[in-house]
């Protein structure tokens, strides 16, 4: 953008004051957009596609809300008329039926939208006073991808209602303005969701509150036991319910001895070294980006592992993304396209 004033219209937008005021809550945008999507590349490209709905109408901004509230509106808005009733992205584990066999053959279905993972943490409005208790979420809570994926059950329109709702902390009348509705219909619809919502979360435990090092001791003995490829020291880390998923395959399994399992069967890694895990954040949640060793002895990006910490010190699901653009979708979570020991000799 310039830096001169633009007229659209008949009002004048100034755009070094309009970067000014909407910068800082780009982040939140992107992040309002993703809850909506469940899509990180989509969440970018709806929030610049707010933003420039935003600056083409800024000069006839009255400020009767604040920049942000009017912000998210428009945000709102512009998921609304991107997504469709039947437009969803799943995990695996939401698109119903039991748990699979481990041993069977891994199947993989590339017209499904997954879910994607978001890139680091958010800091996000506290709820409103008078928000549903059970369903109220803070700001980490809110992009963790058991809720991101529960959400995707539910209706476009109930999904901006709970959000704008329980997540954001809006009123009902500013909830109703926003999508177009009436303040009983809100009501209706935020009802709706809610029930929906405990429908959709069958299998999840709620996330632990683990003091840091107790964090920090687990995450550790994780890496240790993938990089030795000690099968049975991974299942000893997961809860008696934990899920592993991994999209596209279209399969999920539940319990630490089935998960053992895929990973001996399906797992390309064979000995101790094979495997290398770096830390990363996504969904605010601890994220890996796991290095494979090939036949020419590099390591290069195989998937994403995004883990939920349970109770009791232990893991209690992994959702590793696999995708064709794997080295891209490090490089967005800051992790290196090879591991560090093996970085060309000039990278400093």
Same mark, same amino acid.
């Given at each position: 953008?310039?830096?001169?004033?633009?007229?659209?219209?008949?009002?004048?937008?100034?755009?070094?004051?309009?970067?000014?005021?909407?910068?800082?809550?780009?982040?939140?945008?992107?992040?309002?957009?993703?809850? /909506?999507?469940?899509?990180?590349?989509?969440?970018?490209?709806?929030?610049?596609?707010?933003?420039?709905?935003?600056?083409?109408?800024?000069?006839?901004?009255?400020?009767?809300?604040?920049?942000?509230?009017?912000?998210?509106?428009? $945000?709102?808005?512009?998921?609304?008329?991107?997504?469709?009733?039947?437009?969803?992205?799943?995990?695996?584990?939401?698109?119903?039926?039991?748990?699979?066999?481990?041993?069977?053959?891994?199947?993989?279905?590339?017209?499904?939208?997954?879910?994607?993972?978001?890139?680091?943490?958010?800091?996000?409005?506290?709820?409103?006073?008078?928000?549903?208790?059970?369903?109220?979420?803070?700001?980490?809570?809110?992009?963790?991808?058991?809720?991101?994926? $529960?959400?995707?059950?539910?209706?476009?329109?109930?999904?901006?209602?709970?959000?704008?709702?329980?997540?954001?902390?809006?009123?009902?009348?500013?909830?109703?303005?926003?999508?177009?509705?009436?303040? $009983?219909?809100?009501?209706?619809?935020?009802?709706?969701?809610?029930?929906?919502?405990?429908?959709?979360?069958?299998?999840?435990?709620?996330?632990?509150?683990?003091?840091?090092?107790?964090?920090?001791?687990?995450?550790?003995?994780?890496?240790?036991?993938?990089?030795?490829?000690?099968?049975?020291?991974?299942?000893?880390?997961?809860?008696? #319910?934990?899920?592993?998923?991994?999209?596209?395959?279209?399969?999920?399994?539940?319990?630490?001895?089935?998960?053992?399992?895929?990973?001996?069967?399906?797992? +390309?890694?064979?000995?101790?070294?094979?495997?290398?895990?770096?830390? #990363?954040?996504?969904?605010?949640? +601890?994220?890996?980006?796991?290095? /494979?060793?090939?036949?020419?002895?590099?390591?290069? +990006?195989?998937?994403?592992?995004?883990?939920?910490?349970?109770?009791? $010190?232990?893991?209690?699901?992994?959702?590793?993304?696999?995708?064709?653009? /794997?080295?891209?979708?490090?490089?967005?979570?800051?992790?290196?396209?090879?591991?560090?020991?093996?970085?060309? +000799?000039?990278?400093?």
């Amino acid at each position: 953008m310039t830096t001169s004033p633009t007229t659209i219209g008949d009002a004048t937008t100034d755009d070094s004051e309009f970067l000014q005021v909407s910068e800082p809550f780009r982040r939140e945008i992107i992040a309002h957009c993703y809850r /909506m999507t469940g899509s990180h590349h989509d969440a970018e490209d709806l929030t610049q596609e707010t933003y420039l709905r935003a600056w083409r109408g800024y000069g006839k901004f009255d400020h009767r809300a604040s920049v942000r509230t009017w912000l998210h509106k428009i $945000a709102t808005n512009t998921c609304l008329t991107a997504l469709s009733s039947n437009q969803r992205r799943p995990l695996p584990s939401g698109l119903g039926g039991d748990s699979f066999d481990p041993t069977d053959t891994l199947l993989q279905d590339h017209e499904v939208p997954w879910l994607e993972p978001f890139a680091g943490t958010v800091d996000d409005i506290s709820p409103g006073e008078d928000a549903d208790p059970a369903f109220v979420v803070g700001a980490r809570e809110s992009v963790r991808l058991a809720f991101i994926a $529960a959400l995707q059950h539910l209706p476009e329109r109930q999904r901006a209602v709970l959000i704008l709702r329980d997540v954001l902390g809006w009123r009902a009348a500013e909830v109703a303005d926003t999508v177009g509705v009436t303040t $009983a219909t809100v009501n209706s619809l935020l009802q709706r969701a809610r029930e929906q919502l405990k429908t959709a979360r069958p299998h999840r435990d709620a996330p632990a509150a683990l003091a840091d090092d107790t964090q920090r001791e687990l995450l550790a003995k994780y890496v240790s036991a993938f990089e030795r490829y000690d099968v049975d020291a991974i299942v000893d880390l997961f809860t008696d #319910t934990a899920i592993w998923e991994m999209p596209p395959f279209t399969g999920w399994y539940q319990g630490p001895e089935t998960i053992g399992t895929l990973i001996r069967t399906n797992c +390309p890694a064979e000995r101790d070294g094979d495997q290398i895990l770096l830390p #990363t954040v996504a969904n605010s949640q +601890p994220a890996f980006g796991l290095y /494979m060793r090939g036949p020419d002895g590099v390591h290069r +990006p195989f998937h994403l592992q995004v883990l939920d910490v349970g109770a009791d $010190a232990k893991v209690a699901g992994v959702v590793a993304f696999f995708s064709d653009t /794997m080295t891209e979708d490090f490089a967005r979570f800051g992790l290196p396209a090879l591991p560090y020991d093996q970085s060309p +000799p000039d990278r400093e």
